[in-house]
């Protein structure tokens, strides 16, 4: 009986290191590809002073970066960045990144190609939303926070999912693919002609997906820079804030004058902007 039992001890120990280094091999296959992917990704998060979690999801690098050292509000209040894309997020978010982070908020992104907000997109985006609340302890809504093409993507998954949403913060955000990049270079990722796509746009583009928005009191945040020329502001952010309004949704425009699409202090050390995500995040996690 002994020996089974000292058996049985060193078998279960044998599961146990073969499940441990599959787990540690999963991990670094994780890492390698997110990092590959993402190649700014450890030097802003370290900047940051946040701390790494490599996934894959749907077959797409994504990241968790948790505030080090201190444990979480449970549940944990999270910012969307995106676009996740090779060279984003970039230096000039660290800024921003550090004040959540020592606010107890998470930073989190996935990559999901060039997809303009496309279908596959957003089904990639539920089950990165599906994984970060059911697994990571993250709150329920998240605070989104679109920059540029972002927008495109986070806005359509919103659309859709308003009750995972807490705020959108956005900078200088692309809302009409009609304005950029136009349809003719956004119908491949839709499978479509340039044709086929102007027949479904509202379907699919962010300026007119807002009601579902409005309804459920989702506050809107956006910065923009007056001199941006391949985001126009007036096309972009301020159409979309004007029917927001329209529809009786809360949204503030700040209006950075002589700026464009580039990372201007003005635009990523915004203290306005800072407060807003911080604000809205403490209420999504209570």
């Known amino acids: 009986m002994q020996k089974r039992i000292l058996l049985f001890v060193a078998v279960a120990a044998v599961v146990t290191m073969s499940r441990a280094d599959s787990a540690a091999r ?111 302890g993250c709150a329920e809504r998240a605070i989104l926070m679109p920059q540029s093409r972002g927008a495109l993507m986070l806005y359509n998954w919103a659309a859709e999912n308003p009750g995972h949403v807490a705020c959108v913060a956005g900078i200088y955000t692309v809302c009409d693919m009609s304005s950029w990049p136009g349809l003719k270079r956004a119908a491949p990722a839709y499978g479509l002609s340039e044709e086929g796509l102007a027949a479904v746009l509202p379907q699919h583009n962010p300026i007119d997906r807002l009601e579902p928005l409005a309804k459920a009191d989702i506050p809107l945040l956006h910065i923009h820079g007056d001199s941006d020329d391949p985001a126009p502001i007036e096309e972009n952010s301020g159409e979309l804030a004007r029917r927001y309004r329209k529809l009786g949704g809360s949204v503030e425009l700040i209006v950075v004058p002589g700026k464009g699409h580039e990372e201007a202090k003005e635009i990523f050390q915004c203290q306005q902007v800072a407060d807003f995500v911080i604000s809205n995040a403490r209420r999504a996690s209570r």
């Open 26 to 136: 999963a991990d670094d296959s994780a890492r390698a590809r997110v990092t590959a992917a993402l190649p700014t990704l450890d030097a802003v998060a370290t900047a940051a002073r946040g701390e790494v979690t490599y996934l894959d999801v749907a077959d797409c690098p994504a990241f968790l970066i948790r505030p080090p050292g201190r444990q979480p509000s449970t549940p944990m209040p999270w910012v969307w960045y995106a676009p996740a894309i090779r060279g984003q997020p970039r230096p000039a978010h660290v800024w921003m990144f550090r004040q959540f982070l020592a606010e107890g908020i998470a930073v989190v992104g996935i990559d999901v190609g060039e997809s303009m907000g496309n279908p596959g997109g957003r089904a990639a985006f539920s089950a990165f939303h599906s994984l970060l609340t059911e697994e990571y």
